[in-house]
């Protein structure tokens, strides 16, 4: 059964940065669609970016001009880079691929703390 492992999370310093990678198991023939959600302490889920095959990408506002997504669909992998981070930016991360055969995935969530 296939399974996104998520890598890159950890503890940094605000004005840090981190790059999320979020890499499937076995190949899935390419992603045609990725996308980061993040969970903080107390709060429901929330979107972060999204990438779409032929589609600009989107972003939360709370994120736009501070972090990047990318697919690797050659690499089966869909990155999050993270720059500028700030303390509210902690949270369990979260990564959702749709393959090229439109089979829906799930990462197991990652977490990212920005503290001093």
């Known amino acids: 059964q296939v399974q996104l492992v998520e890598s890159g999370g950890g503890l940094v310093q605000p004005g840090g940065s981190l790059r999320l990678s979020c890499a499937a198991s076995e190949n899935i023939f390419g992603i045609y669609s990725g996308d980061w959600y993040r969970q903080a302490p107390g709060r429901s889920r929330e979107f972060v970016a999204t990438s779409t095959e032929g589609e600009s990408d989107n972003y939360a506002d709370s994120v736009k001009g501070r972090f990047t997504i990318s697919r690797d669909s050659a690499k089966n992998t869909l990155y999050l880079q993270m720059n500028s981070l700030k303390p509210e930016d902690t949270a369990v991360y979260y990564c959702?691929?749709?393959?090229?055969?439109?089979?829906?995935?799930w990462g197991q969530g990652i977490q990212v703390t920005v503290s001093s």
């Open positions: 959702n691929v749709v393959a090229t055969g439109m089979a829906n995935y």
